[in-house]
């Protein structure tokens, strides 16, 4: 009996798409209810220095409910926004639904759907850069070129000079899976780095370019020697390290919003054998980890997460 406990393994955490974060979770709890005045309210009152936080929260409320959330729009630029949040997020569920030429039809008209929100949403609130950021996804799957991309991007940041949401997807849109080049994609990552203030979680999109390059060899070209290779590349590794290190001396709470990049960090540094720095970031995370990058290393990202918790612990 005492053995079998001893042996026996940890318990495996659960995914929370709130991270914990009591606001997104009493507003879930609201939308679950159909009280969605306050959500509208609430969701209203976030402007300058808290575009990400709404994007998130968006994105959050949509993977939960999309309908409800969609019916609960109000007729403004953040309901376009909301209808154009919700016609990608549908658009990805039709994509990912294995069910045909039907399933890749609805992904085309849901993808034109947001794009229509998104361009109305930035018509009516000339403040808010979410349309633009998110309109960044649905041009890319819309197979843009890539100046009409980086127009966007531009859009977005010219009302938001450090908008997360803008900066990830133009990274995700100039990567080589989506027509871009990876040279493009180091590059850009290269001038968020200059760019960036200090505490930013904005440097980190280098270590999601390493990421995405290491993807690519071993999942598009299959070339397993080369994506393992990579784990090794020097500037790769030696700009991952800076990056973390001038974000790990951060004083301020990391906000949900930011834990995917901290999720890639605590990846990358385990793929690395970086023991130190792989702690690092996943004790900041504490257990709220993401879906992706995980699952690159196991079916199931609980497990691939808690593996890599238990190599922290080893140094």
């Known amino acids: ?14 995914y929370d798409p709130t991270f914990g974060d009591a606001t997104a979770q009493r507003l879930l709890k ?4 159909k009280e969605t005045d306050p959500i509208v309210d609430y969701l209203d009152s976030l402007r300058d220095g808290e575009w990400d936080l709404r994007n998130w929260l968006l994105w959050t409320f949509a993977e939960h409910a999309p309908s409800r959330l969609l019916k609960a729009a109000p007729n403004s630029a953040l309901g376009a926004t909301i209808g154009g949040i919700v016609s990608l997020h549908l658009a990805w569920e039709a994509r990912n639904s294995g069910l045909g030429d ?22 009516q609130d000339s403040a808010d850069p979410t349309a633009y950021a998110n309109l960044i996804t649905a041009a890319m799957a819309l197979r843009a070129e ?11 940041a010219n009302r938001d000079a450090f908008n997360l949401k803008a900066h990830e997807m133009m990274l995700q849109a100039v990567c080589k899976k989506w027509g871009g080049q990876h040279t493009d994609m180091f590059s850009f990552a290269n001038a968020i780095i200059e760019q960036a203030p200090a505490g930013s979680v904005l440097p980190l999109l280098w270590i999601q370019a390493c990421i995405e390059q290491w993807f690519y060899f071993g999942f598009y070209d299959n ?6 290779n990579f784990l090794n590349h020097e500037e790769a590794n030696t700009k991952a390290v800076a990056v973390w290190d001038a974000f790990a001396q951060r004083t301020t709470p ?6 995917p990049h901290l999720n890639n960090a605590a990846w990358w540094f385990y793929q690395t054998a970086d023991v130190a720095r792989c702690k690092q970031a996943l004790d900041l995370i504490n257990n709220r980890f993401t879906i992706a990058p995980w699952t690159h290393l196991d079916d199931d990202p609980a497990k691939a997460f808690m593996e890599a918790k238990i190599f922290a612990q080893s140094g």
């Open 1 to 14: 009996m005492l053995k079998r406990f001893f042996n026996s393994a940890p318990q495996l955490p659960s």
């Open 102 to 123: 039907h399933a890749q039809e609805l992904y085309g008209e849901r993808l034109v759907t947001a794009v229509d929100h998104f361009k109305l949403a930035s018509e």
């Open 30 to 33: 609201l939308l679950d209810k």
């Open 254 to 259: 990391v906000a949900p919003y930011e834990l």
């Open 223 to 228: 070339d397993l020697d080369s994506a393992v």
């Open 146 to 156: 890539q100046v009409e991309l980086h127009d966007i991007y531009h859009a977005a």
